[in-house]
């Protein structure tokens, strides 16, 4: 399976961005990650392929919304009152299960400015 990220760029804190990530294959399992500058990666939103199921990392609760379009095998991240702190390079992922990503695509960077 390989996934293609699009939809980063430069925004003014509370400013939008809707990332998207375009699979080549179905799996059970879509997720967005993203690594800050000198900090490790981390779970921002995830959504099964069937049933719809979504979680979010609390800090993007209410301003973050994960979605997808089965024909389009394409799932979205829209972000919505964006922080400084959401600055990061963001990172789609697919998998079987949950909490277990096999394939992960390109980086977009997305940067907040205050």
């Known amino acids: 399976v390989q996934l293609q990220a699009f939809g980063g760029g430069e925004v003014q804190a509370g400013g939008s961005l809707r990332l998207s990530c375009a699979a080549s294959g179905g799996t059970y399992i879509m997720g967005w990650f993203r690594q800050a500058a000198g900090k490790e990666r981390e779970f921002v939103a995830s959504?099964?392929?069937?049933?719809?199921?979504?979680e979010y990392v609390d800090s993007v609760k209410g301003r973050f919304t994960i979605s997808k379009d089965n024909n389009k095998n394409t799932v979205y991240l829209q972000m919505n009152g964006l922080k400084p702190e959401d600055t990061a390079v963001y990172y789609c992922?697919?998998?079987?299960?949950?909490?277990?990503?096999?394939?992960w695509g390109q980086g977009t960077e997305v940067t907040v400015s205050s």
């Open positions: 992922a697919a998998g079987w299960k949950r909490f277990n990503y096999d394939y």
């Open positions: 959504i099964t392929w069937s049933g719809g199921t979504t």
